[in-house]
């Protein structure tokens, strides 16, 4: 059966802030020991959140354990996946820029369950260390010694993969570390799954491909059939748009012209770039075509061969095609891993009918990956905010070493200039975009893209406050 319990913030299943300087004290002495400075060592202090959810999938299976940490400051965010006991896993990569760690090795096909950990990160290849990171734990903990030598090698074998967070999405470089992914890994509980925008697809975006340029997240979903289990798991992270069984499209910041029932065929028709398509090429947001990944897990308890294991992560990566659409392009890096936890050695089912039901689980997944949408503020142009609190709203707003944005105050009119490295979403480097009041601390810009930027009585500058909220320091006052 597929449960869903809903858990508001603040539930047991809620972002926990915790200190990290107990995890960091030795990284701090390592590094200072090596003479690398108290910056290496992490001195830093973040907000960290552990088992975060909204939307959460229960279901009934010991074996997977779960956990999730994000560092909402960026946001980015890391998910692992951790079986009871070794496991039998195989991996299918596909698209144009998959970022993998330990994937070849399953593919020499070895008839032995070696996997303790599969690890979904954000960060792009910086997020890598994640799955290492999982492993090391493994060892620090005892769980695995790393004995080599024994009758049965006990070295913890983690695999991982990882989506693109970075670019015109976020206005930082904020990456999940290994402080990050160890925390997920020992906050990991069995039976439970977050839904939407959380773990590793907390910043997790879809449909570039049309200009749909959506919030996106990880979706979860289980079956079991007469005894055999499902599971399936997925951080969609894809170029093209979350479909439906009704080829609806889920998530999408439409043109004002297209209809709300859209689905790919009507995108396609109405898409005005090079070759037909939309923003594959001309991206009207600056988020970038090239960056995109959906990184997926399918677990079933019935015990199959290498051979048969492989055949299901190739039949159920295909099938992804239908609820994403386009899939595996050349601008996707995406992957698959089975799993096979062997709980059941009778064959009740063949590889195929696994492979079929496992389809349609993971579709349930790709459809539960979809958060709820941001809205686009509604301006009030007549609105008149006095010249006063736009005076002291104008100044330089530092998000990052490489970001930042002036805003300037011309006549009761506050403009705006990205004057970092790079633009500021919709706001560029090469011209001043109008801000146009919603209320007298909010403001908005002409695009039908959502973004909010609100002026906070501390003297910050908040972007898009909620969930996908990103803050700036003030450097220069005008």
Not at 119 to 134: D, I, N, P
Not at 148 to 174: K, Q, T
Not at 380 to 385: D, F, I, M, R, T
Not at 443 to 466: H, I, K, M
Request: hydrophobic share 40%; with cysteine; net charge negative.
């Amino acid at each position: 059966m597929f449960h869903t319990v809903n858990k508001e913030r603040g539930g047991d299943l809620a972002g926990t802030r915790v200190d990290r300087r107990v995890r960091r004290q030795r990284w701090l002495a390592a590094s200072l020991a090596l003479g690398l400075g108290v910056g290496a060592a992490y001195a830093e202090e973040r907000e960290v959140l552990l088992n975060a959810g909204e939307r959460t999938l229960t279901f009934d299976w010991p074996m997977i354990r779960v956990g999730t940490g994000e560092y909402p400051e960026g946001p980015t965010g890391v998910t692992v996946f951790h079986f009871a006991e070794k496991v039998l896993g195989a991996v299918d990569v596909r698209g144009g820029a998959p970022g993998t760690v330990n994937t070849e090795y399953l593919k020499l096909g070895y008839d032995l369950p070696e996997v303790d950990a599969v690890v979904f990160a954000g960060g792009s290849w910086y997020g890598l260390e994640a799955a290492t990171a999982v492993a090391s734990a493994m060892k620090e903990d005892g769980l695995r010694d790393g004995n080599a030598f024994s009758a049965e090698p006990n070295i913890a074998l983690s695999v991982g993969s990882i989506i693109y967070d970075f670019g015109a999405r976020r206005l930082n470089e904020i990456v999940p570390d290994k402080p990050l992914a160890q925390a997920a890994f020992r906050n990991a509980r069995p039976g439970w799954f977050p839904q939407g925008a959380q773990g590793a697809g907390r910043m997790a975006m879809s449909g570039y491909f049309f200009g749909c340029n959506a919030m996106s997240g990880q979706g979860g979903a289980f079956r079991e059939i007469n005894g055999i289990k499902v599971a399936a798991f997925t951080v969609v992270n894809a170029i093209g748009v979350i479909t439906d069984r009704d080829g609806n499209v889920l998530a999408c910041n439409r043109d004002p012209e297209w209809p709300a029932d859209m689905d790919t065929s009507a995108l396609l028709a109405r898409a005005n770039g090079p070759l037909g398509i939309g923003s594959a090429v001309a991206d009207p947001a600056g988020n970038g075509a090239s960056k995109n990944t959906t990184v997926s897990l399918v677990v079933t308890n019935q015990k199959l061969s290498p051979a048969e294991l492989n055949r299901l992560a190739v039949q159920v990566h295909t099938s992804m095609g239908r609820g994403l659409q386009p899939f595996a392009t050349q601008f996707d890096g995406d992957v698959l891993y089975a799993v096979s936890t062997a709980e059941v050695e009778e064959k009740l089912l063949s590889s195929a009918e696994i492979g079929a039901l496992a389809s349609e689980v993971m579709w349930d997944a790709i459809i539960a990956s979809v958060p709820e949408q941001p809205q686009h503020p509604t301006p009030q142009p007549e609105l008149k905010v006095g010249r006063a609190l736009l005076d002291q709203y104008a100044g330089v707003y530092e998000f990052s070493p490489g970001v930042s944005l002036q805003v300037v105050h011309k006549d009761g009119v506050l403009r705006a200039t990205a004057t970092g490295r790079r633009d500021v979403f919709a706001i560029a480097r090469d011209r001043e975009v109008q801000l146009v009041p919603v209320s007298s601390t909010d403001f908005t810009v002409a695009n039908r893209y959502p973004l909010t930027l609100r002026f906070q009585e501390d003297g910050s500058l908040l972007v898009n406050p909620g969930h996908w909220q990103q803050l700036s320091r003030r450097k220069i006052p005008m």
